[in-house]
């Protein structure tokens, strides 16, 4: 069984800047790719960022140049530092762990962005 806590998120000025991180505990293994989706009210689950077990990662286009996702594989541990947050990009910002088995999610914690 895999758990998945969040932390970081919360209220930021346009321009600002959060860290976000997630940290797996049970059966996770350096290969398990890593990421961060988000949802905004009334909108669909969307990936923001990927990381996997080579460090390859992968970014959706309102992401690119602005959000970085790295991993700590020691702690179990990945992150997504955001800069230059816009009002769009307020959500919840859910972590998740992909495995063979399945795909585990944290609970979500909410980034809200003031402009």
């Known amino acids: 069984q895999v758990q998945l806590v969040e932390s970081g998120g919360g209220l930021v000025q346009a321009g600002g800047s959060l860290r976000l991180s997630c940290v797996a505990s049970?059966?996770?293994?350096?290969?398990?790719?890593m990421g961060w989706y988000r949802q905004a009210p009334g909108k669909q689950r969307e990936l923001v960022a990927r990381i996997n077990g080579y460090n390859v990662t992968n970014y959706a286009d309102s992401a690119k140049g602005r959000f970085t996702i790295s991993r700590d594989n020691a702690k179990n541990t990945v992150f997504l530092q955001m800069n230059s947050l816009k009002p769009e990009d307020t959500a919840v910002y859910y972590c998740?762990?992909?495995?063979?088995?399945?795909?585990?999610w944290g609970q979500g914690t909410q980034v809200t962005v003031s402009s």
């Open positions: 049970g059966s996770i293994f350096s290969f398990n790719a």
């Open positions: 998740i762990v992909w495995t063979v088995v399945r795909n585990y």
